[in-house]
């Protein structure tokens, strides 16, 4: 068997509907899947006005509006008609790219097939209730997540730092690696736009600290927003400047009255934005990969990132950026005022983090997701049982 004898079924609860790093990466991986050959059919919710256009062929799942949060999608079943899809699309492999309604149903249809089912991670979800006062609910939401991965035949984590935390959760005996690659046609430093800097109102000799992302919670934005205080409390020059869009930013533009919102940007537009920059500053947790560490990285920047899952396998604490324990307001403080008073080591550390980015490419990380598929069909197929649900704290 080879990559052309593949037929994958690809499950998401949001394929193209809201443009965020999960399924852009999604959308990267069925291109090239299309381009080695692969079969693909992809099933999630949709809306009539989505974020970009979809790759392959997408399937519209039943779906209602998540309240409080209108722009996700929950969905509700899979159909009979959808069944009846699938069945005739014939797929060899099933693969669930979120732990939601969409992604049990698609589990629960591969064991009653006899089909392997293999499942990306790309958010640390046990992490949201944090943001929402529900920390307490956090063992459960990890028991629920460790039945529904274990039902898997293997899971693969984005980075080496979230394959380990996996493991030490006993998520699934089987992990694997798929990591997330780089376009350095946008991001380089060669992207960085003086002139752009300047009809935002920062002057050539300003350090400007950069946040990227959409504007939710759970991106860590108090600690962002407290850490950028302490800078002002001590009257350290800079400039704050936010690219991204989402509910909270009407929160966030009251706690950062002074920072520039420059909004939504997508490809060379945000390819031009991140390089723009002066550093990266990502406090976020939740994050498994850190798409726009690495994009920060490729353009030149310094990062300063939570010591978590994601952050700890891109950036070399001291050499690429600074790796602070998540929520410590004075180090992220201590650092940030480091790198906006020493041109020269920020300088030196946006250049090794560059040269570490080189060695994400998209081709290569997509092919090592191939190669799983590939492997967790032989070892079905060589007689492997099938995973069942078992038994957890």
Not at 38 to 43: D, E, G, P, Q
Not at 167 to 191: A, K
Not at 315 to 339: N, S
Request: charged share 25%.
């Amino acid at each position: 068997m080879d990559v052309t004898d593949l037929r994958i079924a690809l499950f998401s609860g949001n394929y193209n509907y809201v443009r965020d790093g999960a399924n852009q990466a999604l959308n990267r991986l069925v291109g090239y899947l299309l381009r080695q050959g692969a079969h693909v059919r992809v099933y999630s919710p949709t809306v009539e006005e989505p974020a970009f256009e979809p790759m392959g062929d997408l399937v519209s799942i039943p779906s209602i509006a998540i309240p409080g949060r209108a722009e996700y999608r929950a969905p509700l079943m899979i159909p009979p008609s959808i069944k009846r899809d699938i069945k005739r699309f014939g797929p060899n492999i099933f693969h669930v790219a979120s732990p939601e309604m969409l992604g049990h149903r698609a589990v629960t249809l591969a064991h009653k097939w006899n089909k392997p089912v293999v499942a990306s991670v790309h958010t640390r979800f046990e992490t949201y209730l944090r943001y929402y006062g529900l920390a307490f609910m956090e063992p459960l939401a990890l028991a629920m997540l460790r039945r529904f991965y274990r039902r898997c035949d293997a899971i693969f984590a984005p980075s080496d730092s979230m394959a380990q935390l996996l493991r030490d959760q006993r998520m699934n005996y089987h992990v694997g690696i798929w990591s997330r690659g780089i376009d350095q046609e946008i991001f380089n430093p060669n992207r960085r736009d003086m002139a752009w800097r300047r009809e935002l109102g920062i002057a050539d000799d300003e350090v400007a600290i950069g946040f990227v992302g959409r504007l939710v919670m759970e991106k860590g934005l108090d600690v962002f927003s407290d850490a950028i205080d302490a800078l002002r409390t001590r009257g350290v020059k800079h400039r704050v400047l936010i690219v991204g869009e989402g509910p909270a930013r009407p929160w966030f533009a009251d706690r950062l009255p002074s920072g520039i919102f420059a909004g939504f940007q997508a490809g060379p537009d945000l390819g031009r934005a991140v390089a723009s920059m002066d550093m990266l500053f990502n406090p976020s947790v939740t994050e498994t990969f850190g798409n726009v560490t690495l994009e920060a990285m490729a353009t030149g920047l310094p990062v300063v990132a939570a010591r978590a899952t994601g952050s700890e396998s891109l950036v070399t604490d001291g050499i690429t950026g600074r790796l602070v324990r998540p929520g410590a307001i004075k180090d992220f403080a201590d650092a940030l005022q480091y790198y906006c008073e020493n041109d020269t080591v920020r300088a030196a550390a946006g250049k090794a983090g560059q040269q570490v980015s080189d060695r994400y490419g998209w081709d290569a990380v997509n092919q090592a997701l191939v190669e799983g598929y590939l492997r967790v069909i032989r070892q079905r197929e060589a007689g492997s049982s099938p995973p069942r649900p078992s038994p957890v704290p």
